[in-house]
């Protein structure tokens, strides 16, 4: 289990560094500069400012020290668009409004699929079970932004029940819609997955045993069948994860909450790099953290697993 | 001996045999049976003729503002036969058909652009990695771990920063990231064919393995393969959508569903819902048909979910 661990962090690591080493190459590759103004300096401000901050040592220099500054300090370096602020500083700001309304929306996604994917398995064919099924298919062509302004629509324009943005502190009628936008098209998922995954299992023998002992209905869906049916959701998590990531961006965006989201895609309209490039790393090391841990559940829970 | 049972022995005998039906052609009749996958069809065959031939109903384009309706789009925009826009008019007046008959056009070519890049490098990277197997297969499939473990949506977005948006990166963007599930996928089935009968006959005859990997993995991958292609088209659609819906994909007057759903959504407290109600409609529709496409084709091509 600990070298299986020492492994996955051995794959990770490279894998943060490639990340880290294509968007610094791709920053440079790019044209602007941080010190690009309206009006052009004079080339011998501009060399001065240039040598001050490092940026006319070679490329692998440039990376090498930008790399020591993440790792060492956590510096992702200034914004070029919010001149007095850092990247840390921005990111800071964003993160616990993402953080909110994203376990808000993960916690729906994961608790509602599971209980809408068993009930529909347990009373297989029913009317349950059809709801269930057509409700997966259906929140399937529903991503987030297609979900947003259909709710918007709705809740704010003709019912007028809940503000159609802003987030206010975070106070709940501010969150309700940006959580059922993200959390929809994987909850729909999970219910899919969590649905076929419980009939297999409902039918294996090990069940037929545990009714033929004569144990409840109840007893068998929850102490015996649900273990192992969890086993396909959880490896559906860390896709989930990282869609849910992506997905916050348009959150951010339609609905003004003033998450990192908003952040990003205004650097990236204004050309902004160290933001792009401090959230796109923050970003991959979630993800990459998040997926060693839905492993390491997954081998928690499934005992049979060897590495 | 009875003459009837006598002759209907000789005719049994003397037919030609009843000619084995083909895979191909199981499949195709099982596919037939599925109606909602044949509907699907027929939808998305409709959209195809509505993005081609789309442009020829309507004197519009893309780009031409109908300056009559300039501001009283919410008044007299509306869709409307009577003045020529089918679908009414934008937030700035320009024709609504021709720009979703535009925007389909992008958005199906991406959907498919994406799907053909990882038919062609997802299936021979994946029977490659898989038909050797060992360091080969660990080193390959390690890349595309590494590389699925990037959030590949915030690297395309820097690419389209970096590299100004055009139509061309979008889809560079989206080839790049495409083919890595369907390499995994290919994998996954080489290793279980390559221990098979005709493999090793391949081998024993003195086949190199270039030849083995395209000529007897790779044909035997495709039900799989167009399976999985198909199920790939809706979530390109869905990748090239969002980037647009957040202004960073597909560049005025050029569109894309996502963004004219990001425009249409824009406008909505006017009161002009169709602006956002017809590509909607389009981008949902179209993606239930690939689901139900891909989910019948699956019954048909893929005999292990029966």
Do not use: C
């Amino acid at each position: 289990m600990i070298a299986y661990l020492l492994r996955r962090i051995a794959v990770a690591v490279p894998t943060l560094l490639i990340l880290i080493v294509v968007s610094y190459v791709l920053m440079y590759a790019a044209p602007g500069g941080p010190f690009d103004t309206e009006r052009a300096l004079p080339p011998e401000v501009m060399a001065n400012l240039q040598r001050k901050y490092g940026l006319d040592e070679p490329l692998a220099v440039q990376i090498w020290r930008y790399l020591v500054a993440i790792v060492t300090e956590f510096d992702f370096g200034p914004s070029f668009q919010y001149k007095d602020q850092t990247v840390n500083e921005i990111v800071a700001q964003g993160f616990p409004v993402t953080l909110t309304y994203g376990a808000w929306s993960f916690a729906v996604a994961v608790l509602v699929g599971v209980s809408l994917g068993i009930a529909a398995a347990v009373r297989h064919n029913s009317f349950l079970d059809y709801l269930a099924v057509g409700v997966s298919v259906g929140a399937q062509v529903l991503p987030n932004f297609v979900m947003a302004p259909i709710l918007t629509l709705v809740f704010t324009l003709w019912l007028g029940w809940l503000p159609g943005g802003g987030w206010q502190g975070g106070q709940w009628p501010y969150v309700v819609m940006p959580v059922i936008a993200l959390s929809t098209s994987f909850m729909a998922s999970i219910a899919r997955i969590a649905r076929s995954s419980m009939l297999e299992v409902l039918n294996a023998n090990f069940i037929r045993t545990a009714r033929a002992k004569g144990l409840p209905g109840r007893r068998i869906v929850f102490r015996h069948a649900l273990k192992p049916a969890m086993l396909p959701v959880i490896s559906y998590l860390g896709p989930a994860f990282v869609g849910m990531i992506t997905g916050s961006v348009v959150i951010d965006v339609f609905f003004a909450t003033g998450g990192i989201g908003q952040f990003f895609v205004n650097s990236a309209l204004n050309r902004d790099y160290p933001v792009i490039m401090g959230v796109t790393i923050l970003t991959g090391a979630l993800i990459v953290a998040f997926n060693l841990l839905a492993d390491l559940l997954y081998a928690w829970i499934d005992p049979r697993i060897r590495y | 001996m009875n003459p009837l049972f006598g002759r209907r022995a000789l005719r049994t005998l003397s037919d030609p045999a009843p000619g084995g039906r083909s895979l191909w052609q199981d499949a195709r009749a099982r596919f037939f049976r599925n109606r909602a996958a044949v509907a699907s069809l027929a939808v998305l065959g409709s959209v195809a003729v509505f993005a081609v031939f789309g442009g020829l109903v309507t004197p519009w384009n893309n780009e031409q503002i109908d300056w009559s309706m300039l501001g009283s789009v919410a008044e007299e925009g509306a869709p409307s036969f009577a003045n020529g826009h089918y679908f009414g008019v934008d937030e700035v007046g320009r024709d609504l058909f021709a720009r979703t008959v535009q925007g389909t056009r992008i958005s199906l070519a991406v959907g498919i652009v994406g799907a053909l890049i990882s038919v062609a490098v997802g299936t021979l990277y994946g029977a490659t990695a898989g038909y050797f197997g060992g360091r080969v297969d660990g080193a390959m499939m390690r890349v595309v771990d590494v590389l699925m473990a990037i959030p590949y949506m915030f690297v395309l977005i820097l690419l389209m920063v970096v590299f100004s948006r055009s139509i061309l990166m979008l889809f560079v963007g989206i080839g790049l990231i495409s083919w890595l599930d369907m390499a995994r996928i290919a994998r996954g089935q080489t290793l279980s064919l390559k221990n098979r009968e005709f493999v090793e006959a391949a081998v024993a005859i003195g086949v190199r393995p270039r030849r083995i990997v395209l000529r007897h993995i790779v044909p035997n991958l495709l039900g799989v393969v167009i399976v999985y292609a198909t199920l790939l088209v809706p979530s390109m659609i869905i990748y090239e959508s969002f980037i647009s819906f957040l202004g960073l994909g597909v560049q005025e007057p050029a569109t894309s569903w996502g963004a004219l759903i990001a425009s249409g959504a824009g406008q909505m407290q006017y009161g002009t819902l169709w602006q956002l109600l017809f590509p909607l409609f389009f981008f949902v529709v179209t993606l239930f048909s690939f689901f139900f496409l891909g989910d019948g084709l699956r019954d048909a091509l893929d005999p292990k979910d029966r």
